[in-house]
C-alpha cells in the first residue's frame, strides 16, 4: 500500500498506523491464510502419500515442488487463488468459496506428471484446512510479533526498576499520600506483573489445538474410502507434526476453546499495560516524571508549550479496543450451531485487527517508556513536604514498646492536619519511652522509610 493509499484505508490499522501493523502482515492478511491453507493441503496430500493404504506416491522431487507452493508462496500466487475464487481460470470456473480456490490452486500447480490432482483435499471439509491454517497464523502472529513486543516492554521496565531502585517517592492509596516507596520498585511490580502475563501466553499458544475429523468430526469419508486405516491415529500424527495439539472430539469445528483462552490471556497482558499507562500519565501529570521533547514535534495546536504524554494515551486507546475486540472474540468463536454454521468465519478474519491493536499499543507503551525520566528533586520535595507519611512507622514502633494508644496518639496529631518534623518531634519529646527508641524515632524520615523497596527489585532475577 502506498503512502496515497494509506490515506484512503478504510481502517486506520492500514492506513494512519499501516507502517506499525506490518509485522502482523504476514500472519494476518488474507494472503497469509491463503499461504497457511496451501501448507495444510500441501502436507496433508503427502501424509496421505505416506499411508501404506493409498496407492498415492509422491515422490522427493515431487514432494519438494509441492512444498515450495507455500514456501515461496508470492504475490502471484495470492492472486490467482483470489481469481479462482471470483472469476475463475483456465478450466476452472469461479468457485465463490475461499478453500475450494485453495484446492484448485494446488491441483493447478500440480507438475504435469503427477497423478496426485484426486488426492488433493481428500475426505476433507474447509473447516480442517481453515482451523489448522489460523491456529498456524495465530500461534506464529503471536510467537514472531506480540510476544516480541511484549518483551521490549517488560525488558524497558526492568531496566528503570534496577535504574531507579533507590529514588524514592511518595505512594498514594486512593489518591491520597500513604508511605513511601521508591520509583525502581513500582517498576518492578509491573515488570513482573508483564512477565507472568507473558507466561500465561506462551502456555496458552502452545496449548492451540487442530482437528482433522472431516464433515461432522466422525472421519466418516475417511473410513468410507478405507475403512482398515486408523484414521484419528493418522489425524493425531498429522496435526501434531504441524506443531498443534490434538482435538479428537469435535463437530465439524474445532471447539475454539483453545483460542478463548489464548484471547483472554492476551487480554491479561493488555490489562496490565493498560493499569501501567493510567499510572504513567498520573506520574507525569504530577510531575513526577519528565518527557524528552521530540524536536519538531507540536503539543497543542494552540499552546506552544505542551508535551503531552501521548504515547501513553495512544497505547491506552489501543489496548482498550484491543481488549474489547478480543473479548468478543473469545465470546463468539466458541459457539457453533449444532455441527456447524458460519457466522465464526467471518469473525476470525478479525483476530489480526484485535492483534494490530495489541501491537499498536505495547508499541506505543515502549516508546513513551523511553521518553519519560524521573524528576528526582520533585519527587523528593513532595516526600519532604508530607512528613505526615511517617506517622505510620510511628505508631508501629511505639506498638513494639507497648504503648497501647499508638496508634490513636499519631491519628490525633496528623488526620486532616499540616504538620512538621517538628510537630512529631515535640510528640516524641512527651512519650515515656527509652532513649534508643527515642532515638530510632528522631530519626525517620520520609526520604528514608522505604523498607527493603530497594532489594525487592531483585525479585526480578527469579522472573
Not at 484426486?118 to 473447516?127: K, N, Q, Y
Request: charged letters at 30%; aromatic letters at 8%.
Amino acid at each position: 500500500m502506498t503512502e496515497t493509499d494509506a490515506l484512503y484505508a478504510v481502517s486506520p490499522l492500514d492506513g494512519r498506523y499501516g507502517t506499525r501493523t506490518a509485522p502482523l502482515s504476514p500472519y494476518a492478511s488474507e494472503a497469509a491464510l491463503m499461504r497457511a491453507r496451501v501448507r495444510v493441503e500441501v502436507e496433508y496430500l503427502v501424509a496421505l502419500a505416506d499411508l501404506e493404504a493409498t496407492p498415492l506416491a509422491i515422490d522427493d522431487d515431487e514432494r519438494e515442488q509441492l512444498r515450495s507452493l507455500y514456501r515461496h508462496f508470492a504475490e502471484e500466487d495470492a492472486q490467482l487463488i483470489k481469481k479462482l475464487e471470483v472469476e475463475g481460470h483456465g478450466e476452472f470456473e469461479a468457485t465463490n468459496h475461499d478453500v475450494k480456490a485453495v484446492e484448485y490452486f494446488v491441483r493447478h500447480r500440480l507438475p504435469e506428471d503427477s497423478d496426485a490432482s484426486a488426492w488433493i483435499h481428500f475426505g476433507l471439509t474447509s473447516e480442517d484446512v481453515n482451523n489448522l491454517a489460523h491456529r498456524l497464523l495465530v500461534r506464529d502472529a503471536v510467537d514472531e510479533v506480540l510476544l516480541p513486543a511484549l518483551y521490549d516492554v517488560r525488558d524497558a521496565l526492568a531496566e528503570m526498576a534496577r535504574e531507579y531502585r533507590d529514588l524514592p517517592m511518595l505512594a498514594r492509596t486512593h489518591g491520597q499520600p500513604a508511605t513511601p516507596t521508591t520509583f525502581g520498585k513500582e517498576m518492578a511490580v509491573y515488570a513482573a506483573r508483564l512477565g507472568r502475563a507473558t507466561g500465561r501466553i506462551r502456555e496458552a499458544t502452545d496449548a492451540l489445538r487442530g482437528k482433522l475429523g472431516g464433515a461432522s468430526g466422525t472421519y466418516a469419508a475417511h473410513v468410507a474410502a478405507y475403512p482398515d486405516v486408523d484414521w484419528p491415529a493418522f489425524a493425531r500424527e498429522f496435526v501434531t507434526e504441524l506443531g498443534l495439539e490434538f482435538e479428537p472430539l469435535t463437530t465439524q469445528v474445532n471447539p475454539c476453546d483453545d483460542l478463548a483462552a489464548l484471547f483472554d490471556a492476551v487480554r491479561g497482558a493488555n490489562d496490565v499495560l493498560l493499569d501501567l499507562d493510567l499510572d504513567i500519565w498520573l506520574y507525569v501529570s504530577d510531575r513526577y516524571l519528565g518527557q524528552e521533547a521530540v524536536e519538531g514535534e507540536t503539543g497543542s495546536s494552540t499552546m506552544p508549550h505542551k508535551v503531552n504524554p501521548i504515547d501513553f494515551e495512544n497505547s491506552e486507546g489501543n489496548l482498550s479496543k484491543a481488549n474489547s475486540d478480543l473479548e468478543f472474540l473469545a465470546d463468539y468463536v466458541t459457539t457453533s450451531r449444532l455441527q456447524r454454521d458460519l457466522s465464526d468465519s467471518t469473525v476470525k478474519r478479525n483476530i489480526g485487527a484485535a492483534f494490530a491493536h495489541c501491537l499498536i499499543g505495547y508499541t506505543k507503551t515502549t516508546a513513551g517508556l523511553e521518553k519519560v525520566v524521573p524528576n528526582e528533586q520533585v519527587m523528593v520535595d513532595d516526600l519532604e513536604d508530607t512528613p505526615e507519611i511517617i506517622g505510620e512507622a510511628v505508631q508501629t514502633i511505639l506498638r513494639r514498646e507497648g504503648t497501647e494508644d499508638a496508634y490513636e496518639r499519631v491519628k490525633d496529631l496528623t488526620r486532616g492536619q499540616r504538620v512538621t518534623l517538628e510537630d512529631f518531634q515535640d510528640l516524641f519529646d512527651d512519650l515515656e519511652v527509652d532513649d534508643r527508641t527515642r532515638e530510632q524515632l528522631l530519626a525517620l524520615t520520609p526520604t528514608d522509610y522505604v523498607g527493603v523497596a530497594s532489594d525487592l527489585v531483585d525479585e526480578l532475577d527469579d522472573q
